[in-house]
């Protein structure tokens, strides 16, 4: 059995999307049968090998399975697409028949509806480097709370000279990191409480005193209650 995989950059389609007949607008669109046409891909290569995998426990995937959902994009919104999020690699997979495909965190994916969550593109830094990446929407409004999911994989080992066997590559479940935006500017790590509030330019007393009555941490749940809260104000 044989397994398709093609690599897309939004990047490099600008020119190519211009050439289609179809338009994000026209005949099929808004469903999954003509993605690959509007997103995809004049420029994709094909990898075409047997399918021999290297046994590794854990998954790079916050979900598994791939879940129905839709992908609205500077070029069209299209539904109904089988789809999956690689936390490990930071893209989006998704099916079309029997090929899988590969949807990079470009500006020009404005959201990634999925039956339990919402991804966004923004950029980040990682290690002094600008790059762009996928999070998970928490709330929106003023002010907008973003979650980056983190799995890293670690390689095989050879067994030591004590022992039979070596350690199989896994993949590891990082700690989730949270970050927020403040009227539509720059993202920016929540690295405490406090210090988001001395960022915000209102309500500052009102936050600070339900912060404290609230007791709230870093945690996802009380994060959302708090973001929920600020953006009612």
């Known amino acids: 059995m044989f397994k398709i995989i093609l690599f897309l950059s939004l990047n490099i389609t600008v ?5 289609q007949a179809l338009s994000a607008n026209g005949p099929g669109a808004g469903s999954g049968m003509n993605i690959t046409d509007h997103l995809l891909i004049a420029a994709a290569k094909k990898l075409n090998k047997p399918e021999e995998p290297e046994i590794i426990d854990g998954t790079p995937y916050m979900e598994d399975d791939f879940q129905t959902g839709k992908v609205i994009t500077t070029k069209g919104v299209f539904d109904s697409i089988p789809m999956r999020y690689n936390v490990a690699e930071d893209y989006v997979e998704f099916k079309k028949k029997d090929v899988t ?8 994916v404005q959201k990634v509806s999925l039956p339990a969550s919402q ?26 709370l973003l979650m980056k999911k983190k799995v890293v994989l670690h390689p095989a080992q050879p067994p030591k000279p004590i022992e ?14 949270f970050f927020y935006k403040l009227n539509g500017g720059p993202i920016t790590e929540i690295v405490s409480t406090k210090k988001m509030l001395e960022a915000l330019t209102d309500h500052k007393d009102e936050v600070k005193a339900f912060i404290e009555k609230e007791k709230i941490s870093k945690k996802e749940q ?8 600020y953006n009612q104000l």
Do not use: H, M
């Open 164 to 177: 039979t066997e070596g350690k199989r590559a896994r993949y590891e479940k990082l700690k989730d990191e």
């Open 222 to 229: 009380d994060l959302v209650k708090l973001f929920e809260y």
């Open 101 to 108: 495909y590969i949807l990079d965190p470009s500006p020009s």
């Open 15 to 19: 020119t190519y999307l211009g050439a």
């Open 119 to 144: 991804l966004v593109v923004d950029n980040y830094t990682v290690k002094g480097k600008s790059i762009n990446g996928y999070f998970v929407l928490l709330d929106s409004g003023k002010l907008t």
